[in-house]
């Protein structure tokens, strides 16, 4: 399943979601590149998305969630990657 978590965190002047999938990261990136999210969006296991993106994704199929409800179910489907100082992209999309 796809889910999109509310825009809030705040960067270069927007607020921004994270949009990930519980399933696999196949997943995300088939339902990315179809809402024609730009790849460079992919931080380890989300894509980072503008507040103004939020609702086209919604309606494209994306489940609004809280932000810990996303980490929970990602963690749960042990597609989480922690972050670390020497690879931003997990091991599968290297």
Do not use: C, N
Request: glycine residues 6%.
């Amino acid at each position: 399943m796809i889910l999109i978590d509310p825009p809030a965190v705040p960067s270069r002047g927007r607020l921004w979601s994270h949009l990930a999938s519980d399933t696999s990261y196949d997943e995300l990136h088939e339902f990315a590149a179809a809402a024609g999210l730009p790849e460079r969006g992919f931080d380890r296991d989300h894509y980072d998305v503008p507040a103004e993106w939020y609702d086209a994704l919604v309606a494209a199929g994306a489940v609004p969630v809280r932000s810990r409800e996303l980490v929970h179910r990602l963690v749960a489907a042990g597609l989480r990657v922690r972050r670390t100082h020497t690879s931003k992209v997990p091991p599968e999309r290297q």
